[in-house]
């Protein structure tokens, strides 16, 4: 167990619609980053929060955003929901800007 | 980048026997590279890294083998366990001003008794 701890684990949701994504870092953690991964696929970086703040994006439309909040716990909201961003989303925690990174189990989100 | 879809790469070796399994990365300038573990319905799990400035780290059963000559990252298991099966991710990383990791396609690996 890594300590990351990501909810809800599964979730349908419609076209168009918006989603929010919740994540608690493990203890002493102060960065959190998102990924996302598609079935068959390694996870690909959406962004990272440091100390609450946007400290990096990958090539993800501005439709996915995110929150850290001072307790360091995240959110990920994707709004305007779209077939192809069904996928798994992995939340993962570090401690300060290293390279070690220790994941969550994941939200499994299907958009119908 | 390429896509694999549904058919992973797969290594299937039996119980007691060495595995190694392959990965090429893109990008010469990382730092450092990782390497995951990632079984059915859980987040990927940390095994090993290695720094750029090394080419060959050891843990427990595993050791990591890094050539930046020809860009190739490899992963030995010693005395592989039915519990290693899994999706095994190798990740690269750079010292960007923020952490992020470029995952590879993945290779599973089965394990028989």
């Known amino acids: 167990e890594t300590g990351v701890t990501q909810s809800p684990t599964h979730l349908i949701k419609t076209r168009g619609q918006q989603v929010t994504l919740r994540c608690s870092s493990q203890?002493?953690?102060?960065?959190v980053s998102w990924y996302q991964q598609a079935l068959g696929q390694g996870p690909q970086f959406i962004f990272q929060y440091y100390r609450e703040e946007e400290n990096g994006r990958g090539n993800f439309p501005p439709r996915f955003s995110g929150l850290q909040f001072p307790n360091y716990s995240s959110e990920l909201n994707v709004n305007a929901l779209e077939l192809d961003d069904s996928a798994l989303y992995l939340c993962?925690?570090?401690?300060?800007?290293?390279?070690?990174?220790?994941f969550g189990s994941g939200t499994q989100l299907s958009v119908l | 980048g390429e896509s694999v879809g549904l058919h992973l790469p797969t290594l299937s070796v039996q119980e007691g026997d060495n595995s190694i399994i392959n990965c090429a990365y893109s990008n010469s300038a990382s730092d450092y590279f990782i390497w995951y573990k990632q079984e059915s319905g859980k987040g990927p799990q940390f095994i090993i890294d290695i720094r750029s400035n090394m080419d060959k780290r050891q843990g427990q059963r595993v050791t990591v083998l890094l050539n930046k000559t020809v860009k190739h990252l490899s992963l030995q298991i010693a005395a592989t366990q039915p519990g290693d099966s899994a999706v095994y991710f190798c990740a690269e990383g750079s010292y960007s001003g923020y952490s992020t990791l470029t995952f590879g396609k993945g290779t599973m690996l089965l394990v028989s008794p």
């Open positions: 203890s002493g953690h102060n960065t």
């Open positions: 993962a925690s570090g401690q300060g800007l290293n390279e070690k990174l220790f």
